[in-house]
């Protein structure tokens, strides 16, 4: 008679295994997410000390002058309008930068455009100095439901490598949006060389990545998880990603990601004291 019940019992211990090792599974996940958010902001190292130092040497030159010429009312003031410019810039960047390499994000939902202007923020060097034309045709308001350090990690990793491939011969980066049904659908789209076509396939496995065709490439290499990551963070959302076209006049990733109501603004009616 006990035999059922140790049956149970140790049906009822599998399924705390399996539960365990389902938290533990997930911990990974998180910490490789997290992990590889922090390895972008590395590879984004150098483009960002650049555009500082771009943005620094200006900033002691106005106020080398001025201290040359402290006579000089205009000068003075010419120095601390470009001073103040640059700081804010400089901090702007900054504040993009610990936005995306935080730990926790609480939010669901984003709005695109917002998103969109922390990932450009974040990577500070505009795509025009590497001979890039940027279109975004993107409609007023559109908000998603996915996490939008998820969302600036996936965009991140997906115009990173887009800058990557037309950084040496320029070419057009375009991304749009249209609402198809309850979802969006985000297109990243390049005029690149495209992806080999004995990768394709394979491109959002893990540890696959293409070859740089440039043996004196200063930087450095991906691991081949950005992509396998980017479709773990569009998956978690309930959405898609996939190779749309990629021959050798171009990319063209495509997102479907659910769509989010817009929140609902309280607007505070007290009277004024």
Same mark, same amino acid.
Request: hydrophobic letters at 40%; aromatic letters at 8%.
């Given at each position: 008679?006990? /035999?059922?019940?140790?049956?149970? +019992?140790?049906a009822e211990a599998l399924l705390q295994q399996l539960e365990s090792v389902e938290t533990q599974l997930r911990q990974l996940q998180d910490g490789l997410t997290r992990s590889h958010r922090l390895a972008t902001l590395g590879t984004m190292?150098?483009?960002?000390?650049?555009?500082?130092?771009?943005?620094?040497?200006?900033?002691?030159?106005?106020c080398q002058m001025a201290q040359q010429a402290p006579e000089d009312i205009a000068m003075l003031r010419k120095a601390v309008d470009k001073s103040l410019a640059g700081a804010l810039k400089a901090a702007s960047i900054s504040s993009s930068m610990l936005g995306f390499a935080r730990d926790s994000d609480e939010a669901d939902h984003c709005r695109l455009d917002q998103v969109l202007d922390e990932v450009f923020n974040c990577m /500070?060097?505009?795509?025009?100095? +590497?001979?890039?034309?940027?279109s975004i045709h993107i409609p007023e308001?559109?908000?998603?439901?996915?996490?939008?350090?998820n969302l600036q990690q996936v965009l991140l990793n997906l115009i990173l490598n887009a800058r990557q491939v037309m950084r040496k011969t320029g070419g057009r980066l375009n991304i749009t949006a249209s609402r198809r049904g309850p979802n969006i659908l985000l297109e990243i789209a390049d005029t690149g060389p495209g992806i080999p076509a004995d990768i394709l396939a394979d491109?959002?496995?893990?540890?696959?990545?293409?070859?740089?065709?440039?043996?004196?490439?200063?930087?450095?290499?991906?691991?081949?998880l950005g992509l396998a990551i980017c479709r773990d963070l569009v998956q978690r959302a309930e959405g898609a990603i996939r190779v749309a076209r990629s021959d050798d006049t171009g990319t063209t990733f495509e997102l479907t990601i659910p769509a989010a109501e817009a929140p609902t603004v309280i607007e505070d009616d007290t009277p004024a004291a």
């Open positions: 008679m006990a /035999a059922p019940l140790d049956r149970l +019992d140790q190292a150098s483009i960002i000390a650049h555009e500082f130092n771009n943005i620094l040497t200006p900033m002691i030159s106005y /500070a060097r505009p795509p025009a100095r +590497d001979g890039i034309t940027l308001n559109t908000w998603l439901a996915i996490s939008p350090v491109v959002f496995k893990p540890f696959v990545t293409r070859r740089d065709p440039d043996p004196d490439a200063t930087h450095s290499r991906g691991t081949g």
